[in-house]
């Protein structure tokens, strides 16, 4: 490959990987009390459904954002519900004796602190504003 | 059908876990083309003799979650407004396969026994009767006592929810399901009840993401009632063991859910007197339903519901008998806001099998060859809940 084409395609890369990263994208994120935790896409499955109360210890806290697309779509992925169907299996759940109710808050902002100041409490808020929290899964 | 505002309060200080508060009430109304009495008491005249309303509370602390609800309902002439402990519990759960409930704990059975009185979380203003009959609340809510519970993960193949339970149900002669059991022949229980129940669910969620099915059974031992045959003489009936059974599958794809689920009651009564294996009951039911969120605030339903109750009483073959209904509903229900809304239901009924012909009272008088065999129900009711 002549020299100029690779150097400016390896330009192009290392900048879209860094456009990547800066990119938000949704994420999983807890209480740093949680730190040290990772979830694979079973666990994440697990914690989200109710399945799985605690996280080592701690009681899970989950937190629901009011018409948040971050969350919509990693509800999606993860447990091929939408924020509505999510919450309805919830009250479900809570309303019988079957698991701890989630919290719901209007904003990711909101959420963040909500996330931040509750041991357990865990949030799908948009990966540039994990400042202080856990991240424990992406996407 | 979105979230509901709940309350959250701390009396034990702001380092210890809050209490959660969540309640609901709901007021229907029930109307039966024809002179037909069936569920909410002169429902024939139109009855608002249908709502339930419950409040709970629960603190969850690491591995530890305790909570109750108090629950009230008038159902035509049951329930008649009283509060009661509708469930009452303390949870462990040791692991996500293993975990430990103990109290008045809700009954697993099929789909949606657990969640009976809920409308928010669902179209539907009466699920499916051949199923979850509404009379026999008290009978089929929860039991006192103690089960086992759990996930098991399997990887590719999904997982499994299992349940397993043993405990008692307390039962009032003045109950549904005192009517209900006492429905070949119209004189009064005045006592029932039963040594123990135990059973137990086991559902697949399956590598299909959406599709569950599962298997439920349930067993009352010793299950019996003294029945007052004439002012001066009662005799007892009862069974050895009630056995019931009901498969599911439920399937959530997008903005539709479809349900199936189909069951079967079966037992061998003796009759005081008469020896054992003096009646056989055998009842089949079931139904499939599917259910759409048309917008953000508006869902329809419909179901197809039916229920055959076999009775055979060997030595007096004349009081055989075979009572079927079938139930076709359609159903809509409006969100206002994520704490009220209101359903409308029109059901098709063909037969009358369901219904009682109790000794008083608003089904008093409903033999079996004066009743409607084809009739109309409409359903209305608003729910609020927090």
């Not at chain 2, 605030?297 to 079927?324: H, I």
Request: net charge neutral.
């Amino acid at each position: 490959m002549n020299p100029t084409i690779h150097s400016f395609t390896m330009a192009a890369a290392v900048l879209l990987a860094s456009a990547a990263m800066l990119q938000a994208e949704p994420a999983l994120l807890g209480n740093k009390g949680l730190t040290g935790q990772a979830l694979d896409a079973d666990s994440i499955k697990a914690v989200l459904l109710g399945k799985k109360a605690t996280i080592g210890d701690t009681r899970v806290v989950i937190v629901i954002i009011k018409g948040s697309e971050s969350q919509e779509a990693f509800l999606e992925g993860h447990i091929g519900m939408s924020t509505d169907q999510f919450n309805t299996y919830w009250r479900r759940l809570y309303m019988t004796g079957g698991g701890s109710a989630p919290k719901n808050v209007d904003t990711e902002d909101e959420a963040s602190k909500v996330v931040a100041s509750t041991p357990g409490a865990i949030a799908v808020i948009d990966s540039a504003k994990a400042d202080g929290l856990t991240v424990l899964a992406s996407k | 059908m979105g979230s509901a505002q709940a309350f959250e309060f701390q009396p034990f200080g702001t380092n210890l876990p809050p209490v959660d508060l969540h309640g609901f009430a709901s007021q229907g109304y029930i109307y039966n083309s024809g002179h037909n009495n069936y569920l909410g008491g002169y429902s024939s005249d139109g009855s608002p003799d249908f709502r339930e309303y419950g409040i709970n509370a629960s603190v969850a602390y690491n591995k530890w979650r305790v909570g109750a609800q108090f629950f009230g309902q008038k159902l035509g002439p049951y329930g008649d407004d009283q509060i009661k402990l509708d469930w009452g519990n303390v949870d462990y759960q040791a692991t996500q396969w293993f975990g430990v409930r103990a109290g008045r704990v809700k009954t697993p059975r099929g789909l949606y026994n657990e969640t009976l009185d809920l409308d928010s979380t669902r179209t539907f203003a009466l699920l499916p009767q051949s199923v979850y009959d509404a009379r026999l609340r008290d009978f089929n809510s929860s039991f006192d006592g103690g089960m086992i519970y759990g996930n098991i993960e399997m990887k590719k193949l999904g997982s499994l929810d299992y349940r397993a339970y043993v405990g008692s149900i307390s039962l009032s002669p003045l109950s549904g399901a005192s009517d209900y059991f006492n429905n070949d022949i119209p004189y009064p229980n005045t006592k029932i009840g039963m040594d123990a129940t135990y059973g137990g669910s086991l559902f697949w969620n399956t590598p299909v993401q959406g599709l569950k099915v599962g298997y439920s059974v349930q067993m009352f031992n010793n299950f019996n009632a003294l029945r007052t045959v004439s002012p001066t003489s009662s005799l007892w009936r009862g069974t050895s063991l009630y056995l019931r059974q009901t498969i599911s599958a439920e399937y959530t794809r997008d903005k539709w859910v479809f349900a199936a689920e189909a069951g079967r009651d079966s037992a061998n009564y003796w009759v005081q007197g008469f020896g054992n294996d003096f009646q056989n009951y055998d009842s089949y039911y079931g139904y499939v339903s599917a259910t759409r969120q048309i917008t953000d605030k508006f869902s329809l339903g419909t179901y197809f519901s039916y229920s055959d109750q076999m009775e055979k009483c060997p030595p007096y073959a004349p009081f055989n008998t075979d009572d079927r209904q079938g139930d076709l509903a359609l159903a809509g229900c409006y969100n206002f806001t994520s704490y009220l809304l209101a359903k409308l239901e029109i059901h098709y009924m063909n037969g009358s099998g369901m219904l009682f012909n109790t000794p008083t009272g608003a089904t008093a008088n409903q033999p079996r060859n004066t009743r409607d065999n084809s009739w109309a129900m409409i359903v209305a009711k608003v729910t609020l809940s927090f």
